[in-house]
């Protein structure tokens, strides 16, 4: 796991958007996970401005999002469809039938869930996929025990989850209780995983993903078993890691080593 650590939430987003843009401009038909929440906006402004000023082309890329509430319709204001169509998607010229997102208001969740994993297997996996981190050390919404073999389906939201999420909803009853994600098996099978991490709030989950065991209880701490993921986080989320040191030293020598 490569850990690296900006001074500001900024720097932190501009870093992991170039990742994305990267990884575009070798593979113009590239399939990217998209994850939602507070964490990634940064990265999706910084995404949207090399599109309107470098040119940055979306047309032949396809996007899976990780995760959606049951019981939201896609234009209800809190919906993960709304949250993409807004931040990202009706900003960069995306093709709209390479847009996959799960969905909250299906009749059959279970086929549902089956369909969109063959999905992915279809367009050829995922090639990069953004995350973010819960403050239970959820990814998705692999809440704590969710198996580290999980496939997409419905999941019951823990109860720090739903409140964390409140502040987007006018009162807390109104946060839907069930999602339907995609599981840790999904995610670890794709080629590049990059975790985004903020804040002083996300100092526990953060150091217990990246130093504590791998375990159910941290579903984040799967990423110690991918052979190719980057974790860039700000000061704050940084602020409980033990290795600090190393990782920094990582980074200023990494210029410096032989080519692999
Ligand atoms: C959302 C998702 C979640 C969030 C996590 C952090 O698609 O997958 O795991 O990444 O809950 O959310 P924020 O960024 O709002 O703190």
Redesign the pocket.
């Known amino acids: 796991m490569e850990v690296v650590i900006l001074p500001t939430y900024e720097e932190m987003s501009r870093a992991a958007a170039e990742v994305v843009a990267d990884q575009l401009n070798t593979k113009p038909n590239a399939v990217l996970g998209m994850?939602?929440?507070?964490?990634?906006l940064g990265l999706y402004q910084e995404l949207v401005r090399m599109h309107r000023e470098e040119g940055l082309d979306f047309t032949q890329v396809t996007t899976f999002?990780?995760?959606e509430y049951v019981g939201l319709r896609p234009e209800h204001r809190q919906s993960?469809h709304y949250f993409m169509h807004e931040n990202f998607f009706k900003l960069v010229n995306m093709s709209p039938g390479n847009i996959y997102i799960p969905s909250g208001t299906t009749s059959n969740y279970r086929s549902f869930c089956d369909w969109y994993e063959r999905r992915i297997k279809e367009c050829g996996g995922i090639d990069v996929q953004i995350?973010?981190?819960?403050?239970d050390g959820?990814?998705?919404?692999n809440e704590p025990g969710s198996s580290l073999t999980s496939r997409t389906r419905l999941k019951t939201l823990a109860k720090s989850?739903i409140d964390?999420?409140a502040r987007f909803f006018e009162t807390p009853s109104d946060v839907p209780i069930y999602a339907i994600?995609m599981g840790v098996g999904t995610i670890l099978e794709a080629r590049t995983l990059l975790l985004i991490a903020s804040g002083k709030n996300?100092a526990q989950a953060v150091a217990a993903m990246i130093e504590g065991p791998v375990t159910s209880m941290t579903t984040a701490s799967a990423l110690q078993l991918h052979p190719s993921a980057i974790v860039f986080l700000d000061e704050s989320a940084a602020s409980d890691l033990k290795m600090r040191d190393y990782y920094d030293w990582v980074r200023k020598k990494k210029p410096d080593a032989p080519q692999v």
């Open positions: 994850a939602t929440g507070s964490t990634p999002n990780l995760d993960y995350l973010g981190i819960g403050s959820h990814i998705a919404f989850t964390d999420n994600t996300k």
